[in-house]
């Protein structure tokens, strides 16, 4: 396990503040023309700023990362279901190889009814976050998530709510807490390799989803 003094370097305080991403080191993931990131033609556009998709397409980092903190906004609308997309070894096939953070109108019936570790802010499928703070539809959230090693911290809208250790999880069916893993999360976080695409989910269930401010900063 990391300190909280390693974690505080890494990830510039995550416990507290969202980073300052003017600072050194950091860069948009996605340029403005998109030209640097992997996604169907037409679904993902970017229009004052903000980045939405029109289908149920993710969007990736043509670059594979390793260790890194990537810091950005997200405003759900009614009902939306998508998430931030780590460590992703086969874009094509993501969902087995890769580890999702929930990003959930936990407003809408089906998310408030829905298992706590498909709700936001969720490592989805494995581990809930500790509180449920994400804003109404809407509204602006504010995510910071660094991945260093097999560690995840996710701070949601200024408050650490999720703290991570992938290589606890050695089933593939059954998380730490004794729940039952989704049938289709086949490989166990323990096993994923860690250097991979950054991505984010697109349109799911019909619902839209809007990002913005997309920063990264590779560790070292």
């Known amino acids: ?15 507290y503040l ?13 340029n ?26 993710s969007i990736w980092s043509a670059k594979e990362y390793d260790d890194f903190v990537l810091d950005l906004d997200f405003m759900n609308a009614s009902g939306t279901n998508s998430g931030v997309l780590v460590h992703a070894t086969d874009t094509a096939d993501w969902i087995p190889h890769s580890v999702e953070i929930q990003i959930a109108d936990d407003y809408a019936a089906e ?3 829905a298992d706590p570790d498909w709700q936001c802010a969720a490592i989805f499928g494995h581990q809930p976050a500790t509180k449920h703070i994400v804003k109404k539809p809407g509204e602006w959230n504010h995510y910071t998530i660094t991945c260093k090693g097999r560690m995840i911290w996710v701070v949601l809208n200024g408050e650490l709510v ?18 039952t893993a989704p049938g289709w999360l086949s490989n166990p976080m323990a096993t994923l390799p860690l250097h991979g695409h950054v991505g984010l989910q697109g349109k799911h269930a019909g619902a839209p989803i809007y990002f913005r ?3 990264i900063k590779e560790l070292k």
């Open 18 to 30: 969202h980073p300052n991403t003017a600072g050194k080191g950091w860069h948009p993931l996605f």
């Open 111 to 113: 998310w408030a009814k």
């Open 32 to 57: 403005k023309s998109l030209s640097n990131a992997l996604f169907p033609d037409s679904v993902w556009s970017v229009t004052d700023g903000v980045l939405t998709a029109t289908k149920d397409e």
């Open 162 to 179: 999720n703290t991570c250790d992938m290589s606890k999880y050695t089933s593939a069916s059954k998380n730490i807490d004794g729940t």
């Open 213 to 215: 401010n997309i920063m």
């Open 1 to 15: 396990m990391f300190s909280a003094l390693a974690l505080r370097s890494a990830a510039q305080d995550p416990e």
